[in-house]
C-alpha cells in the first residue's frame, strides 16, 4: 500500500513561488502516474498536474506555464514547483496516483498553500 506526505506549502505573496514535495512509501511507486490536486475552501478538489511513469507531464489550463510537475523514482519522490503564484492558487494540495486526471487514491494529508494580494 503505498503512502503520500506533503510538504513545502506556507505563505506566500502574489508573484512569489513555492516548491511542494510528495514522499511516497511503496517499492512500485515508479510504475504509477503521480498528481497534484488542490481544493480550496467551498471548492471541490481539482486536478493540477500530472506525471506519467516515464514523466511526461500535463497540467490543467488554470496552471499552465506557472507550475511544473517532476519526480524522482530513486527518491520516491513527487515535486510541484508554483511560480508566478496567484490569490487564486490558495488551496491545500494534495498528491496522489492518478489515471489521467483522475485520482486512484490514496491521498496524503495535504499541505496548506496560501497567496495573500
Known amino acids: 500500500q503505498v503512502q503520500l506526505v506533503e510538504s513545502g506549502g506556507g505563505l506566500v505573496q502574489a508573484g512569489g513561488s513555492l516548491r511542494l514535495s510528495c514522499a511516497a512509501s511503496?517499492?512500485?511507486?515508479?510504475?504509477?502516474?503521480m498528481g497534484w490536486f488542490r481544493q480550496a475552501p467551498g471548492k471541490e478538489r481539482e486536478f493540477v498536474a500530472g506525471?506519467?511513469?516515464?514523466?511526461?507531464?500535463y497540467y490543467a489550463d488554470s496552471v499552465k506555464g506557472r507550475f511544473t510537475i517532476s519526480r524522482d523514482n530513486a527518491k520516491n519522490t513527487v515535486t510541484l514547483q508554483m511560480n508566478s503564484l496567484k490569490p487564486e492558487d490558495t488551496a491545500v494540495y494534495y498528491c496522489?496516483?492518478?489515471?489521467?486526471?483522475?485520482?486512484?487514491?490514496?491521498w496524503g494529508q495535504g499541505t496548506q498553500v496560501t497567496v495573500s494580494s
Open positions: 496522489t496516483r492518478v489515471v489521467d486526471t483522475t485520482s486512484t487514491g490514496p
Open positions: 511503496g517499492r512500485t511507486f515508479s510504475s504509477y502516474a
Open positions: 506525471i506519467s511513469w516515464t514523466s511526461i507531464t
